[in-house]
């Protein structure tokens, strides 16, 4: 009997002791959590406003492109411009590298917060940024435009962006996502705040000092928030452990990679698929607010307005999704707002694309109204709630690490979406014919109701082997 124990417990597959390592990590990090001293009320507001400042002063910038792609529109039917005769497909590339940098980088940006902490990352990410805006300033040529206000604008954004979502849930449990909802609520407040403001700067003194200023204002008070922005002291030694073997000489430029048994993990498959296919379908309908608008008859400026009541909607339902996501389960809200963004597209974009002709043009623009409202409110839910998830799903000592390769993921969705999707657009009469519309909003629709049938499986997978809860 002794002999058959022996070899019973010799045949246990090695794959099978991983994943039992795996998840015994996985609970021992959860326990090391829940034992750690809490965070004083002070530290945690701070952190919260620091970064509220950071995404607000960053990615709500880069989010406002499109006051800048109108002027470059209008620059290319103008002689003697940096930008005469360049086609609308380069000129939105300057703003589709940005926004696709500002994720791409994530695994190299996670080394360097994790090899040189993430306030000098952030720090060094408001002068790059600023430094982006000055050169593009002075830019004579529309390639220069893109590798200065397209790629070192993304950049430094990527530097600021990436670590602040990393540091902040380190410093919550209970409210995480609350104060991840509050902390990207900057983003939308500063796209509500940023679109006006650089219209009247651009009119007064134009848009090369509209650059200039705003990379003064970013190069001044990103640094200011990046020094608040310190890792959780219990966390922070869990990446200087994971970090041990690094030179601080030559590691910047390796990426973490990911442990290869998360890599094979449901869990982590599915959370990669609902990154890429939400990413990928997102930020379509922000790119072509304004033009759509357009086409449904609206002034060039009322038109532009679409894009601060969709930011407007987006920074209370942020805050208010967030606390949801705390009550009711983080991994629970994070499907249903994936799944009610997919509905909403269904719902009221697509049909106000042939409303115009089947009933009235009223209809249209009212299905128009509430398609800018609601997807302001659950469209953008999913980039606050998947960081807030991952620690749950693959614990503290694979956090930063998932962080970055997730961030990798969307930033590859968002460089392939909006290019592609545009293509199913024809050509000039974009702006005049709202049916035009009628295929882009198909894919967008179909893309995010892919992606909340991935989150579903990340919902499946993070109650797989724990007792149930409906609160997950």
Known sequence: ????????????????????????????????????????????????????????????????????????????????????????????????????????????????????????VIMAGGLVFALGCILASVSQHAWQFTLTQGILVGLGTCMAYVPTMSVVPGWFDGRRGLAMGVVIAGSACGGMIWPPVLRAITSAIGFRNALRISGCLVAGFVPLAGYVLRWEPGFGEEVRGQMAGFSRWTGWISAPLVNWEVVRSRRFISQALGCFLQSTGYATPLFFYAAYARALGYSVRTADDFITISNAANFVSRIVVGYAADRFGRLNVLFLTTALSSVVVFSFWLPSTFAGGAISNTAAEVLFIFFAVLYGCFGSAYISLFPASLIELFGVQHF?????????????????????????????????????????????????????????????????????????
Request: hydrophobic fraction near 40%; aromatic fraction near 8%.
């Open 400 to 472: 930063t690490s998932v962080n970055g390769a997730l961030y990798l993921i969307r930033g590859m969705g968002a460089l392939l979406g909006t290019p592609l999707t545009s293509l199913l657009l024809h050509g000039q009469s974009a702006l005049s014919d709202p049916s035009n519309y009628l295929r882009v909003a198909y894919t967008v629709g179909l893309l995010l109701f892919a992606a909340s049938l991935a989150t579903l499986w990340v919902r499946i997978e993070g109650s797989s082997g724990k007792k149930w809860t409906w609160k997950l």
């Open 1 to 120: 009997m002794a002999e058959e124990k022996t070899k019973t417990n010799r045949s246990t597959s090695p794959e099978h002791e991983s994943i039992c390592t795996t998840q015994t990590q996985t609970l021992a990090s959860q326990n090391d959590i829940n034992t750690r001293p809490k965070s004083t009320v002070l530290r945690q507001t701070l952190i919260v406003t620091a970064g509220f400042i950071t995404m607000f002063m960053t990615c709500a910038l880069i989010f406002s492109f499109g006051v800048y792609q109108a002027i470059y529109e209008e620059m290319a039917q103008t002689p003697n411009t940096p930008f005469t005769n360049t086609s609308s497909s380069i000129i939105s590339l300057i703003g589709t590298l940005s926004i696709a940098v500002m994720s791409l980088g994530g695994p190299f940006i996670m080394t360097w917060a994790k090899l040189y902490s993430p306030q000098i």
